[in-house]
């Protein structure tokens, strides 16, 4: 998805209440959490704060992600958080350190989802649990769908497969979870709505700078997933959508938790 500041505003929009509220009734004073592929850490602060005097140590791969995570820790007073760089099918922690590794819009991006889980196994303590929450791309919409809106969500699935990611991850989870010797699993699903006047507003200054961007246009022509025509047709239909008074559109979450053997 990139680092570009149209995509750290959808980001800034993200924290612990409303994008982890399926793993807060796990959390409690003192435990140690991993927040792996952390980003900005807009998430990361609620957690700190669920489990403080425990910590939260965030990882991600993007020294930009860590230095933002950082001054967020450090101007919210989170001194229970810290930051380091890091590869998540490498990281520089112990066997058993951690109660909880929390990953969110994370295991969607990684190719090698295997070599994660082994590496989220070896790092969490026995009993401990991994909370993930990815995309559900095919049923994310927009609605009214203009006739074709909907064909834009598949061109984005297709070319985050292009790049090794897994565009319907959130509904996988659980069976993954299972398949990797997790016990205990749930799993739920949730949608993030855009209603209001404001929402409307920015999920289409969000898709026009991000989807129609000349990077992500360049790659999805490139790997033949849409012509340049296309694009055309699908910005001024969102453009259409977007003046419509029923306007409405969701990304489509799944979440599951998993209990470490
Ligand atoms: C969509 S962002 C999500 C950030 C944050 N969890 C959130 O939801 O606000 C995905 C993050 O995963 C990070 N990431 C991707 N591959 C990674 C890897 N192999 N190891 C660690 N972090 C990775 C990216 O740098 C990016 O910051």
């Known amino acids: 998805m990139g680092y570009s500041e149209d995509f750290q505003k959808l980001l800034r929009r993200r924290n612990a209440q409303t994008n982890a509220s399926h793993l807060l009734p796990h959390l409690k004073p003192g435990l140690q959490v991993l927040d792996l592929g952390c ?15 425990g910590e939260v140590h965030g990882v991600d791969i993007e020294a930009s992600q860590i230095a933002l ?6 101007s919210g007073g989170h001194s229970n958080a810290v930051f380091q ?3 998540a099918t490498a990281l520089a ?5 951690f109660d909880i590794v929390h990953c969110h819009a994370v295991l969607m991006h990684i190719p090698d989802t295997r070599a994660v889980l082994a590496e989220i196994i070896r ?6 649990i991994l909370s993930s929450r990815d995309l559900i791309a095919d049923s994310s919409f927009f609605e009214p769908d203009m006739g074709d809106l909907g064909s834009a969500w ?9 790049n090794g990611g897994h565009p319907q991850m959130g509904k996988e989870l659980k069976h993954l979870f299972h398949e990797a010797g997790f016990s205990d699993v749930t799993a739920s699903a949730s949608f993030e709505a855009y209603s209001t006047p404001e929402d409307i507003e920015f999920l289409h200054h969000f898709v026009v700078n991000w989807f129609f961007s000349p990077d992500t246009v360049k790659a999805a022509t490139q790997y033949g997933l849409a012509s340049q025509e296309q694009f055309d047709h ?6 259409e959508w977007k003046a419509l008074p029923g306007a409405f559109g969701t990304f489509a979450w799944g979440e599951a938790i998993g209990h470490r053997p």
């Open 123 to 128: 790092v969490l303590k026995p009993g401990g």
């Open 154 to 162: 598949t061109t984005f699935s297709a070319l985050l497969k292009a």
């Open 69 to 74: 995570a950082q001054a967020a820790a450090s």
């Open 93 to 97: 922690f112990p066997d058993h350190t």
């Open 85 to 87: 760089a890091g590869d």
């Open 39 to 53: 980003g900005p850490g807009t998430i990361s602060m609620g957690l700190a704060q669920a489990v403080a005097p």
């Open 234 to 239: 699908w910005l001024s239909l969102l453009d």
